[in-house]
């Protein structure tokens, strides 16, 4: 026994980590915006040069709201519409989560976002997939194991859902794993996707919501007693049905249901920073949600608009709130537990890679 391994970021990078909360969209490195860019003849980046276009998505994406936040991705879905545009941003994607010490991730996008340049639907999330495949094959060529699955999202501002949902079946032998709603949140409840979710119910696929981000309760609640998600997508503004914080901490129905059913939050805190859901990093209801043992998950959400990776939203949270590797192992298990891929798949990782990679770090 050699004692814990300090807690600093490289460290972190060592630990075996799960990311179900990240956009494929939202994770592009700002080299390859640039060079896509130049290729496919888009000529609308606000910037030209790789640190200054890093730093434009970073102040872009920190205004306090989600909307505009939102905009950003104007530019990166603008450079992912060929078949060379999805191979390269979902092959980087794998590799920089790798290098990260990601050993299971589920990447989400919106194939319809991606049919401007004449790709169909099933088209788009196909050459994703073939992207995906070629970074895990890069990965492990420089010793690093990663498993990715692939979510499939639908805009809740469109009405294509269905649709989505459907595609997302078609796909479900080939690592696309689930679905989900992601967008604008007020004006758009989940509600108004019922059919998707039915349907999905029916073909018994799992799905998770976009829900209690920017918007409150009664989201997540339709999220959950409506549309009947398996895990919400941030889920942060449960603290809203939560009076106190210690000891004393009451629970009301909603906030009692999500932890009495284990319902997995998908917490991201940076982006939660950046679109105001909360208004620092120290006032992040992570801890307390832990402390109350929700069943929460670390997420990156945006690695481009956040400028962030999962071992920074780690170590931001050990910083915060003093976690130790206790901690983020029991967090790294809450997200492996809840993942998308079957039971069986999800043990191997949790005991063979995990809780393995986890003791040598612990000593
Ligand atoms: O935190 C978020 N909340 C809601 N929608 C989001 C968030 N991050 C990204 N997207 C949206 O999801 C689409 C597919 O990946 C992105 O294009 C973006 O519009
Ligand atoms: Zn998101």
Not at 59 to 80: D, I, K, P, Q
Not at 293 to 306: A, K, Q
Not at 316 to 340: C, E, H, P
Request: charged fraction near 20%; aromatic fraction near 8%.
């Amino acid at each position: 026994m050699t004692g814990p391994l300090p807690l600093d970021l490289t460290s972190i990078q060592r630990a075996p980590k799960a990311v179900l909360h990240d956009h494929l969209d939202g994770g592009l490195r700002p080299s390859t915006v640039l060079d896509l860019a130049a290729s496919c003849g888009y000529d609308r980046l606000p910037v030209d040069t790789e640190q200054a276009l890093g730093a434009w998505f970073a102040a872009a994406a920190n205004s306090g709201s989600l909307v505009r936040y939102l905009e950003t991705f104007e530019h990166t879905v603008a450079v992912m519409q060929t078949p060379e545009g999805l191979h390269r941003v979902a092959h980087e994607c794998v590799e920089d989560l790798a290098a990260d010490g990601v050993v299971y991730a589920e990447v989400r996008f919106a194939p319809e976002q991606h049919l401007t340049a004449g790709l169909s639907l099933d088209e788009v999330v196909q050459h994703t997939l073939v992207g995906f495949a070629e970074g895990t094959a890069a990965a492990a060529a420089t010793g690093r194991q990663i498993r990715v699955t692939c979510l499939l999202t639908a805009m809740r501002h469109a009405a294509r859902s269905r649709e989505i949902a459907e595609l997302a079946v078609r796909f479900r032998d080939r690592d696309v794993v689930g679905f989900d709603i992601a967008g604008a949140e007020v004006g758009y409840p989940p509600s108004r996707h019922l059919d998707a979710f039915e349907y999905l119910r029916d073909e018994s696929a799992q799905f998770t919501i976009h829900a209690g981000e920017a918007f409150g309760l009664p989201s997540i609640h339709e999220a959950i007693a409506f549309c009947g998600a398996d895990r919400l997508g941030h889920g942060v503004r449960i603290v809203d049905d939560i009076t106190g914080t210690g000891a004393d901490a009451q629970l009301g129905l909603v906030a009692n249901y999500v932890r009495n059913k284990r319902i997995p939050l998908e917490l991201c805190p940076s982006s939660n920073v950046q679109t105001g859901a909360v208004a620092s990093l120290t006032d992040h209801p992570f801890d307390l949600l832990a402390r109350l043992r929700f069943r929460v998950t670390v997420n990156t959400d945006n690695r481009l608009m956040s400028c962030t990776s999962m071992s920074q939203e780690m170590a931001k949270l050990v910083q915060a709130f003093g976690y130790g590797w206790a901690d983020l192992q029991r967090f790294t298990i809450n997200a492996m537990k809840s993942a998308f891929i079957p039971f069986p798949e999800r043990l191997r990782i949790i005991d063979d890679v995990i809780k393995p990679g986890y003791a040598v770090l612990i000593g």
